[in-house]
Every structure is written in C-alpha cells, then in structure tokens.
C-alpha cells in the first residue's frame, strides 16, 4: 500500500484512541472529584501531567482549576492532544485517506467529528458526563466498524498497531504519574478515600471492573501489575504489544522470534521484556524508570515504523 | 407545499409550459409533490441536507478560514429531460468532443487547420492553454481529451447551447453521482414512478476507459487518480472517484520517475502505474517541463509519458481547445475534421480581437455579457444589464488594453426550474454539465449530468464558488417503462 495511506491511517487510529483516552481521564477524575473533599481534591493539576503537555498548560492557564483543566484537555484548539484536535486530526486523516478506508468508517469518523465541534462551541462546564461517554463510545463504534467493514490486510494492521502503541503509552502515563501521588495515601490504608482514589485511576483505564475480577480487593502493587502485565486485559501495557507486534509481524512477513527491520526488533525486545519480568524486578528497577523507560522505547518504535514505512525518503526513491 | 402559485414570470420553465401546466414526463413528479402532507417536502429537503453533511459531500471554499467545507446546496426537486430531447444533445456533444479532439491532435501536430487558413494561428497559439512541450505528442489512439464536462444552457426559445467547453479537469459528477444516491433515498416513490436513466455506471465507464489508455503490452493496468491534496476544492471528488473505482489516489509525493516509469512509493517499495487520471493543472505536473517551482508535481513525468510508459489523462495540452476565443470557432472546427454542421449551437460569440466585434461590443456593453478567456468559475466576468455604470467603463478600458483576451454574448434568457425556498417554489436559473467520456472505440454520455442552480434569485452565475447549488437531472427512458438503475445500457453508435 501507498507509505502516505499507510501512515495516514496509522495516525488515525493513534489520534482516535488518544481522544477516547483524554476523555476517560477527564470523566474518571471529574467523579473522583466529587467524591472527596475539597482539600484532597486538587487532582487536576496531575491529570495534566499525565498527558505531557504541563508546560503548554501553564503557560496558557498558569494554575489548573477543574475549569481550566478541562477547558484545555477536551477543547482547547492551541494544544495539539486535546480532544476537539485529536478528533480533528483524526478526521483530517481520514478525509485523506477516504478512498481507502470503508465509507462506513468515514461516515462514523465525520458524525463524529460533527458532534464534536457542535460540543466544542458550548461551555465546557456545561458539558455533561454524557460527553465524555458519547466520545468513548464513537470511538469503540469506530474501532467496531473498522473491524467488521475493513479487509484485516496491511491497512487494517497499521491501524491496529497505531492504537496499540498509543494505548500502551496512555496507559504507562496514568500508571506512572497517579501511582507517585497515591503512594502516600497507602499510610492510611483502608481510609474510604484511598479506595476511591485507586478506583478513579483504574477507571481511567477502564480497568475497574476487570480489576476486580481479576484480583479482588484494592492494592496498589497488584494494581500495577494488572496494567503492566496483564495478558488479557485490553488496556495492559503487555497485552499492548503483544497485539503490536502480531500486526508488526503481519505487515512485513516476519516469523514471531524473528525480525525484518529495526521497528521489529525494537517491539521485539521490549515485548520479550515485558513477558518475562516480574513486579519484584520491577518495583526493584524503579516502576518510575521502568515506565519512562518503556515511553522512551515507544517511542523509538514510532520513529523506526515511520522511517522505514512512511518515510517518503524511502524505497530507493531516485 | 404545492405548485399552485408558481409563477414562471414569463421564463422558460424545465418543469410547466406555462403556469401550473406540467410539461410532458413531469407531470407524474408534480402530481406526487402537490399530493405530499403539508410541510412534508421541507422535511424530506432537510434530511438529504443532513445526510449530505454526515457523509462529508462537501467542497472547499478557499477565502473562508473557520469553515473550510461546506456542502454543495441541493434542491430535491429535480430537473426532467424528455428523452428525445437528450437524444440530439447526446449526438450533438460526441460530435462536438470528436471534432475538438481532432483539433487537438492535429495543432500539436500537422496544423493542417491553421495551414487551410480556417483558424489564424496567432489564436492559438497566444491561447492560455496551449502548451508548447506537447507539440509532436501522440496519445494512444490520438484521444487526447478523454474526459469532458460541456457547458449547456436553454435559452429563452426553449434551445440548448454549449456555453463553454471544459477540457482539463472537468468537475461536478461525483456530485450527480450522490445527488442521484440521495433522491433515490429521499424521493423513493417519485423517483420509482417516473423512468429515469441510471447514471451510477459512470465509475465503471470510466475504469473502463481508463484502462483501455493503458500502454500496449500490459496485462492488469494499474490506474490511479492524481489529486493535488485534501485542501484542493474538488477534493471530495477526487477520493470519490478513485473509492467508487476501487484504484489509488495518489498525491504528487507518492509518485516518483525511477528508470524511466512512473512508480508509486508504497511500504514495500516502488510499484508500478501504467494510467494516471489526473486532477491537477498541467502546469504542476512535471517541474522539469512545466512551472519549475512546482511542489505538486513528479519529474520527469512528461518524459515518461512521451516515450508511452504511462497514460495521461486528460494528456496535457488539452486546454487550447477551451480557450473561450477558440470557441467562437468550434462550428467551424466540427464542419472542418467532421464535415458536418454543429447539432448544439454555440451561444453567439463576440470576439474583441476582431476590430469590428470589438466596436460593437465596445458600444453594447450594456447587453452584453463579457468574459475574460483565461478565467473560470464564473470570475472576470461583466453582467452588462446588471453592471453599473463604473462597472462598464473599467471593462471598456480592459478590453480596449487587451482585446485578445475578452470574447461577449448576448444576454441570454436562461431558463428556470422550480426551487423549494422556506414555504414555497421560485423560479431560478440553471444549466447543465453532462459528462463525456471518449474511450478507444466509444464516446459515452452520462444521461443528465449536474443541473447547477443560482440561488440567488435573478443571478445567473450558477458556479458553486459563486454560491451555485445544484439538483438531480432525470433523463427520462424512451419508452417510459421502468428501467432499474443498475441496468447498462450499450452505445450504439459511433
């Protein structure tokens, strides 16, 4: 397929998952919110972090109040990773690559689009939970209708390993900022605040019911496990790439334990790393250096996929 | 709503002979919408606006900076043609695009029209579109136009003429393509009782065709659409037709001239196309030949195509032949190549570089209609009847400085079709675009084509850059039986 196509719906996908993200981590912590005083309720400012976009934040707002925080992640036009500009970007995308997408797909993406840009001229305060929900679930619908309109070839795999890689990364950011400003409140173990706190970041996942299934009561330690090393649940950073790297593998006909490009072997590496650590080794290497670590690498999978598929530098070209 | 007040105002109407009488193949239409509930027609109006936007059926406007898109105003009260009638417009256009073609061919190659003294060659040679790199060019089969959207206009005597030729990258049938896809969701019942011909074909006439372009000796022509990109106006139409055709769209950046041929850049490497269906000027295509600061365009393209490595179409080139001065001497071109006279007039032409056109049309300003030749889309253009004073003198001294570039017709009476304004049908002006598509053997006409309404009440710029909408256009089946819309209909003729 066409690199530009293929690239074009690489970031389509990564730009959808990344709005449907940003919105569960707006909803999840407008609730927390809610439900604790107001002194522990400064929550905000961390879930600004979490996006990595802080330094853009202060200087268009200065000090995050519930307002301005998410005035900045769902609308704002200025930061390139709030929710009205994923969308945007992910339609723009798609309006390039329309041809070669399914018009089911098309059609899904724009309505989208269209319902929010109809939000996007309301106040943000007015914006109701049912936002939030209507976001994430255009997207479920959009990844839904990819799957059952969409040939599963090369094109679909691209899509695919867009979201994966945009997923594990989102999930390694909630992970990795949350878990620091929640230790401390492990001294007072059992306070109802501390499981409603835990709860909220694994609602930003939509980890929560999966959790408990999974592992019963609330624990930190298990809490990361589950995010980090989860075979099954869709949002784990393992599970992530596990599905990565069977696209990856798809796309360029590579054996699983083999490699044919430097993209390959990097995901390769990293994802041998996570099927075969354990929370001991983790915790022992520092959870902070180990998820910046894997954001690092991530990363680094993303510019090796675009130099060597998308790169219009690439293929001999004379 | 009903057509019970409709006034025509004097106007010829598409639909009524005179007010409140139907013309023959819309009765059966009218009847249907006066027997609609009340306000039931502005409903069904509203819902194929809505699924125009939610299936992204847009344009861009470039001037607008916060909306970039909008969607292409469309009334859902079609425009009816009798049969008979588009049976001459069908015959006088294959004759009008086979003359034009042969004129192409023979001015970049023998001229022996310019050398038999029937058009002076200063013409066309000073012509916007002609391009001195093709001299010498034979596309396969000596089809250089291959695609075209004609110009149609009803005057007041109730007659078709061409109004202008558009030989480069015609646009709009994408547009009859889902304007035709909406009625049949919005209207189901009108449009199951009337007997329309089918015009979802196209894309497969096309491929068809385009695949027949392909240099001899390949088996499976790999075809792909050229767009200048998703900020280009047409866009829309450019993905439209490569999606409904199942090919590639490509921009100038995915292409790349690698050992002389034309290859695309794909994620495992260089592929090959063999036939380019280009929507982009011939000035971007190839920088080594043509605008050298081109970002657009793949070098070494012309080359390619020159040496028949790769098929173009529309080939470049094309545009000498719509240069409004070479069209005040189509008649002549089509009774030159084809010894025939024209079947569709032309709209009598003016044409300033001729001393004695040019006094008159100096002295007429106020009847008249002038145009620039090299603009389109309904710029450079002086309305005399409705110009002010200022207006006439600052064309007056234009034309005066540069007389080669301005042709004027007279004012023609436009006709009118019916359109739903908030609570009731006024009467606005229209045209007609049909598309034509010349193939190795064939030339196959889209029955209709895109009917482009002024909205303006009394303009009769109907450009959607102009604020234009447009309708479906129903040509009806000879034997008003029921034909389905899949049906293919084979071209006789030709």
């Known amino acids: 397929m066409l690199s530009r196509v293929a690239n074009s719906i690489y970031w389509l996908n990564r730009y959808i998952e990344r709005a449907e993200n940003v919105a569960r981590f707006i909803d999840a912590n407008y609730h927390m919110t809610l439900d604790i005083p ?45 929710i009205y500009s994923c969308v945007r970007s992910a339609r723009e995308n798609a309006r390039s690559i329309r041809e070669y997408i399914s018009s089911e797909m098309w059609e899904q ?13 309301e106040s943000a305060m007015h914006i109701p939970h049912h936002f939030f929900v209507d976001i994430m679930t255009s997207s479920h619908a959009f ?10 070839g090369e094109g679909w795999h691209f899509g695919r390993l867009g979201r994966m890689l945009e997923r594990a990364d989102k999930t390694s950011r909630i992970l990795d900022v949350k878990y620091y400003i929640l230790l401390p409140s492990v001294d007072y173990v059992g306070s109802p605040y501390d499981n409603i706190l835990w709860a909220a970041l694994l609602r930003s996942a939509s980890a929560f019911e999966m959790y408990r299934k999974r592992h019963g009561r609330i624990d930190p330690k298990k809490i990361a496990e589950f995010l980090l090393l989860d075979r099954n649940f869709p949002r784990a950073i393992h599970y992530c790439l596990a599905t990565a790297m069977i696209s990856l593998n798809l796309i360029t006909g590579s054996q699983r334990g083999t490699y044919a490009n430097r993209a390959e072997q990097s995901m390769g590496r990293l994802l041998s790393q996570f099927e075969y650590s354990s929370m001991k080794e983790i915790f022992d290497f520092g959870l902070h ?17 675009h130099d060597i598929f998308f790169s219009p530098k690439m293929a001999g070209a004379s | 709503m009903r057509f019970d007040g409709y006034d025509s105002e004097g106007f010829y109407d598409e639909l009524f002979t005179a007010d409140g009488v139907a013309r023959p193949g819309a009765d059966l239409l009218i009847e249907r919408i006066n027997s609609l509930p009340e306000s039931e027609l502005q409903r069904r109006q509203i819902a194929a606006e809505k699924a125009l936007l939610n299936l992204g059926i847009t344009f861009n406007v470039y001037s607008n900076e916060a909306q970039t898109e909008k969607i292409f105003p469309f009334d859902i009260v079609p425009r009816i ?34 050398k038999d003294g029937i058009i002076p060659a200063e013409l066309v040679f000073s012509a916007d579109g002609y391009r001195k790199p093709c001299i010498g060019l034979k596309p396969p089969h000596g089809v250089w136009c291959h695609i075209t959207g004609t110009d149609l206009v009803r005057n007041g005597d109730g007659q078709f003429y061409v109004l202008e030729d558009n030989l480069r990258c015609p646009s709009g049938v994408s547009y009859v393509l889902e304007n035709r896809l909406i009625m049949k969701r919005t209207f189901p019942m009108v449009f199951d009782a009337c007997s329309v011909q089918p015009v979802t074909d196209y894309p497969s006439r096309l491929l068809d065709m385009l695949q027949e372009m392909a240099p001899s000796g390949v088996r499976s022509p790999v075809v792909a659409v050229w767009t200048p990109g998703i900020y280009n106006s047409a866009y829309f139409e450019h993905s439209f037709l490569a999606q409904q055709m199942g090919v590639q769209l490509v921009e100038g950046n995915d292409l790349v001239v690698h050992n002389g041929e034309v290859m695309m850049r794909t994620t495992t490497g260089l592929e090959r196309v063999d036939v380019i269906y280009r929507r982009i000027d011939d000035d971007f295509m190839d920088p080594k030949v043509f605008r050298a600061d081109s970002m657009l365009g793949v070098p070494g393209l012309m080359e390619a195509y020159s040496k028949g490595r790769v098929a173009l179409a529309n080939a470049p080139g094309t545009g000498v032949a719509d240069d409004k001065a070479v069209y005040a001497y189509v008649p002549e071109i089509i009774r030159y190549y084809l ?91 229209v045209d007609l675009r049909p598309y034509i598509l010349y193939g190795k053997e064939n030339i196959y006409v889209l029955p209709g084509g895109l009917t482009r309404v002024a909205l303006k009440k009394g303009s009769l710029v109907v450009n959607s850059s102009q ?21 293919f209909q084979m071209q006789e003729d030709i």
């Open chain 1, 38 to 82: 107001e002194s522990a309720s400064n929550q905000w400012q961390p879930l600004i972090n979490t996006t990595g976009d802080h330094e853009l934040f202060a200087e268009l707002h200065g000090h995050a109040t519930r307002e301005n925080a998410i005035e900045f992640l769902a609308f704002e036009r200025d930061n390139p990773n709030s």
């Open chain 1, 109 to 121: 993406l724009n309505t989208f689009y269209l319902m929010m840009n109809a939000a996007a001229s």
């Open chain 1, 143 to 152: 990844i839904g209708i990819t799957d059952s309109t969409m040939n599963h």
């Open chain 1, 289 to 305: 250096e180990y998820l910046d670590d894997t954001q690092t690498r991530l990363n680094d999978i993303g510019d090796e996929i």
């Open chain 2, 81 to 114: 043609i009798q049969a008979q009638e588009w049976q001459v417009l069908e015959k006088g256009l294959q004759q009008r695009i086979r003359a034009l073609n042969a004129f192409i061919n023979d001015v970049y190659n023998e001229q022996k029209i310019i």
């Open chain 2, 339 to 429: 010894q025939e006279d024209a079947i569709i007039n032309n709209v009598p032409t003016y044409a300033c570089w001729r001393p004695d056109d040019c006094n008159y049309v100096l002295e007429n300003l106020d009847k008249l209609v002038v145009k620039a030749v090299n603009e389109s889309g309904g710029y450079g253009m002086l309305i005399g009847p409705h110009a002010s004073a200022a207006e006439r003198e600052e064309f007056s001294r234009r034309i005066k400085s540069n007389p080669r570039t301005y042709i004027a017709q007279p004012t023609l009476a436009l006709s009118r079709v019916p359109v739903l304004t908030d609570d009731h049908f006024e009467g606005r002006h």
């Open chain 2, 467 to 487: 604020g234009g909408g447009s309708k479906d256009t129903w040509v009806l089946n000879e034997t008003g039986e029921q034909s389905p819309e899949s049906s």
